[in-house]
C-alpha cells in the first residue's frame, strides 16, 4: 500500500510541478494562469497541445525545443517538474499520511513556486506568500502544531528578524520576498531548524557565487537571486535538520 501512495504523490508532484512553473512565471508578471489561459511557447507565443504538456516526458521527446518555431525550451520546466515529483514522494515517505504531510506539500509546493520566479523576474511575489503562507499558519495553530506550539511564532520571528537585519546591514543587499519568505518558513520550521536552515542557503550560495565573484561575474549590477537557495536550506532542514544537528552535537561532544 505505502508503494502505491508513495508513487501517487510522486505522480500528483510531477503534474503539480508542471503548473507551479507557469504559476511562477506569470504571478510576477501580473498573467493569468487559471481559466482560459493555455500554455503557450514563451518565444512564439504556439498554444501547447496535451502531447506537449506530459510532465518531463515532453521535453525529452521535443529535443528540448517548441515544435512550432523550434527556439529552445529552457530545461528548467522539466528540471522543477522532476523536483516537484520526488519532493512529493519524499514526503510522503518520511511523514506519512497525516496533517503534517499537508503543510509539507504546501511548503514545497511554495518552495517550488518562488523558486521559479526569482530565477525567471528575481521575483518573489507576495501573492505566492499569502496563498501558502495563510493556510500553513492556521493548520500550525490548530491540527498540525510543533511541539510546543508556540516554536511555529518563534521561528517566524526569528527568521523574519534575522533576514531583517541582514537587509539593513547589506543596505538593500537582501530583497523583501526574502525577509517575508523566511516568516513563512520559520512558522514551519520553528527557530532552531529556521538558523540551521539559513546557513545552509548562505553556504550553498556562497559556494555558487564565490567563484562568479572572483570572476567577476556578480555583483550590485549583476545580483544573484537568493530566494532558489533558501529554498534549498528549508528543505534540508525540513526533512534532515533533526539529523544534522544530532551530528553535529555529537561532534561537539
Known sequence: MDGLWFTYFVITGLVMGSFYNVV???????????GKARSKCPSCGKTLGA????????WF????RCKGCGKRISPMYPLMELVTGVLFGLAFLHIGLSMELVVALLFLSMLVIITVSDLSTMLIPDKVLLFFGIPILLLRMSVAPLDPWWTAFAGAGLGFGILLLLAVASRGGMGGGDIKLYLVIGFVLGPIETVLSLFLAALVGLVYGLPRIVKRQTGRGNPIPFGPFIALGAVIAYFMGGAILDWYVGLLF
Not at 502531447?51 to 515532453?58: G, N, Q, R, T
Not at 521527446?61 to 528540448?64: A, C, E
Open 24 to 34: 511562477g512565471l506569470r504571478v510576477p508578471a501580473g498573467e493569468s494562469f487559471t
Open 51 to 58: 502531447p506537449e504538456l506530459i510532465p518531463v516526458l515532453s
Open 61 to 64: 521527446l521535443l529535443r528540448g
